[in-house]
C-alpha cells in the first residue's frame, strides 16, 4: 500500500532529520546560481553554518517576480544539463519557466507515482492522462509518473471529448487524469451518445489544477462511479506531485522530504497555526537544475500536523481556497472564487457551470452570475425558475454578504474551456 514505506512513513525527528541533511544539500546546490550566491552572501547564509530547518529564514522569500526577473540566473547547473522545460499556466501576467535536469525528472516522476500508488492505481491499470501536454506540467508529469508505476499510460491529451469517451471505451480505462470542471463538462458527451460513464470499468480520477470544492468531488465520483482524488502542485515545484490525497481523502500530504512547507500570514509572513489558512511557502529539498528556496505560492490553504489514519506522516493541507491574488474585493468585500463554487455546486438545481461578471457603475460594483440549469429543472414553470433564482440568490448573498444579479440559463450554453476554467470576468477598470 505503500510506494516507499521508509519515507511516506518516517517519524517527526527522522523527517527533520532527513530534511536538514537535503536543505545542507540544496543550499550548497543553490549557492552555484549567480542569485542565491548572492542572496546567501547577504544573509550569511551558508550549507556549514545551517544548524536547524529554522536558520533558513534568515533568508528571504523566492517570489514569482524573481523568477522572471532573474530567468537564467536562477540554475543551479549549467544550461547545457538541463533536459526540459515548463512554463506556469501564466494566469497572472507573464509565465515563469522552469528548467529540469534528467535527474530531476527521474524525482518528479518517482513523486507522481508515489503519489498515484497511494490511492491504488497499480501496473494493471490503464490510465487515461486528459490533461494538455505541452508547457503545461500537468501532461507530461502525470504521463511519466505513470510510467514510472507502470500503468499503460494514455496520452490523450486535453479535449476532444468523443475521443475521450471512445479510448475509454476501447482501451478499458480504469483510472484518469482530469481538471474537474472538464470532468463535469464531458459528461454531457456521455449524455449525447446515451452512454452511462458508470457502465465502464473507470475507479479511479485525479483532479486537479484548479480549485474545485467537496461538492465537485462528490459530484464527479458520483457521475463517473469513482474515487476521485485531489492533486495538487505547481510547475514552480516540479508540477503535480507535491501534495496528494490518500484513501483517507481527509487533506493532501505534502511530501515533506521533498519539499519544506511554510504556511504563512500572506500580510505579516508569520507562521499561522494548524488550522488557519495561510499563503504556502515551499523550498525544494531533491531539486538539482532549480532548487527554490522560500517560493511564495500565493496558493491559500491551512494545515493539520494531527496523524493520519492511513499512517503516512507527512503532514495534511486542507484543498487551496483561492490565491492570494484571485481574491475579489466587491464593493468592499473580500470574496474568493471558490466560495462562489461552493454555493452553486451544493444546489442540485445547477448544472456543470458558471460565469461571474463584475462591472462598475458610478463607482458601485455589480456582481453579475449566469448559472446554468439543468435540463430537467430548466423545463419547469416559470414561477418554478423565479422561486429558484431567489433561492440561489439568498445562498449566494449568505455567503459573499453582498447581492448579486443571477440569471439563470439553459444548461451548455456558457463559454468553455479545455484547460483550467475561466469563470470570473473581471469589466471593472
Ligand atoms: P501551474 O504552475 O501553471 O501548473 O499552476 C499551478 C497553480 O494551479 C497552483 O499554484 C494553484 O493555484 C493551482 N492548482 C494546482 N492544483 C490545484 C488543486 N488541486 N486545487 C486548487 N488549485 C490548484
Ligand atoms: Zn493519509
Known amino acids: 500500500m505503500y510506494w516507499d514505506r521508509s519515507i511516506?512513513?518516517?517519524?517527526?525527528g527522522g523527517l527533520n532529520k532527513?530534511?536538514?541533511?537535503?536543505?545542507?544539500?540544496?543550499?550548497?546546490?543553490?549557492?552555484?546560481?549567480?542569485?542565491?550566491?548572492?542572496?546567501?552572501?547577504?544573509?550569511?547564509?551558508?550549507?556549514e553554518n545551517l544548524a536547524s530547518l529554522e536558520d533558513l529564514k534568515k533568508l528571504p522569500f523566492t517570489t514569482k517576480d524573481d523568477l522572471r526577473a532573474q530567468g537564467l540566473k536562477m540554475l543551479a547547473r549549467p544550461l547545457t544539463e538541463m533536459v526540459r522545460l515548463h512554463a506556469s499556466s501564466g494566469t497572472t501576467g507573464q509565465a515563469t519557466v522552469i528548467y529540469y535536469t534528467r535527474a530531476d525528472i527521474a524525482t518528479w516522476a518517482d513523486?507522481?507515482?508515489?503519489?498515484?500508488?497511494?490511492?491504488?492505481?497499480?501496473?494493471?491499470?490503464?490510465?487515461?492522462?486528459?490533461?494538455?501536454?505541452?508547457?503545461?506540467?500537468?501532461?507530461?508529469g502525470f504521463h511519466y509518473g505513470a510510467e514510472?508505476?507502470?500503468?499503460?499510460?494514455?496520452?490523450?491529451?486535453?479535449?476532444n471529448s468523443l475521443r475521450q469517451v471512445r479510448l475509454m471505451q476501447q482501451f478499458g480505462t480504469t483510472a484518469i487524469h482530469i481538471i474537474p470542471s472538464y470532468a463535469l463538462y464531458l459528461l454531457k458527451t456521455?449524455?449525447?451518445?446515451?452512454?452511462?460513464?458508470?457502465?465502464?470499468?473507470?475507479?479511479?480520477?485525479?483532479?486537479?489544477?484548479?480549485?474545485?470544492?467537496e461538492d465537485t468531488r462528490r459530484r464527479i465520483e458520483a457521475a463517473y462511479g469513482v474515487k476521485a482524488y485531489n492533486s495538487y502542485g505547481l510547475s514552480e515545484m516540479n508540477g503535480p506531485g507535491v501534495a496528494f490525497e490518500c484513501p483517507e481523502q481527509n487533506g493532501m500530504h505534502v511530501w515533506e522530504d521533498a519539499f519544506l512547507m511554510e504556511v504563512i500570514d500572506p500580510r505579516t509572513a508569520e507562521p499561522v497555526s494548524p488550522g488557519e489558512p495561510g499563503e504556502l511557502v515551499f523550498t525544494n529539498l531533491t531539486r538539482r537544475g532549480m532548487p527554490l528556496l522560500r517560493y511564495r505560492t500565493r496558493d491559500l490553504a491551512s494545515y493539520?500536523?494531527?496523524?493520519?489514519?492511513?499512517g503516512r506522516t507527512h503532514r495534511r493541507i486542507s484543498r487551496i481556497q483561492g490565491r492570494t491574488d484571485d481574491m475579489l474585493i466587491i464593493k468592499g468585500v473580500n470574496i474568493f472564487p471558490i466560495q462562489i463554487e461552493q454555493v452553486l455546486m451544493a444546489m442540485p438545481e445547477v448544472a456543470t457551470n458558471y460565469l461571474v461578471e463584475l462591472t462598475r457603475q458610478d463607482f458601485n460594483d455589480q456582481m453579475h452570475v449566469k448559472v446554468e440549469v439543468k435540463e430537467s429543472f430548466f423545463k419547469e414553470d416559470l414561477k418554478y425558475l423565479h422561486g429558484l433564482k431567489k433561492r440561489i440568490t439568498e445562498a449566494l448573498k449568505s455567503e459573499l454578504l453582498i447581492t448579486p444579479r443571477v440569471e439563470l440559463v439553459e444548461p451548455h450554453t456558457l463559454?468553455?474551456?479545455?484547460?483550467?476554467?475561466?469563470?470570473?470576468?473581471?469589466r471593472r477598470e
Open 8 to 12: 511516506e512513513t518516517l517519524d517527526a
Open 18 to 47: 532527513l530534511q536538514l541533511a537535503r536543505l545542507r544539500e540544496t543550499v550548497r546546490r543553490a549557492g552555484k546560481s549567480p542569485f542565491y550566491k548572492q542572496r546567501f552572501q547577504k544573509a550569511k547564509l551558508s550549507a
Open 111 to 140: 513523486l507522481v507515482a508515489r503519489s498515484i500508488y497511494m490511492t491504488g492505481l497499480r501496473p494493471k491499470d490503464v490510465f487515461q492522462n486528459m490533461m494538455g501536454y505541452g508547457l503545461f506540467t500537468g501532461g507530461l
Open 148 to 159: 514510472r508505476l507502470g500503468a499503460l499510460t494514455i496520452p490523450a491529451g486535453a479535449g
Open 190 to 213: 456521455f449524455d449525447d451518445k446515451g452512454l452511462d460513464p458508470r457502465g465502464l470499468p473507470l475507479r479511479l480520477a485525479f483532479i486537479g489544477a484548479e480549485p474545485h470544492s
Open 304 to 310: 493539520d500536523p494531527t496523524p493520519c489514519p492511513c
Open 415 to 426: 463559454p468553455r474551456s479545455e484547460g483550467k476554467a475561466v469563470r470570473i470576468i473581471d
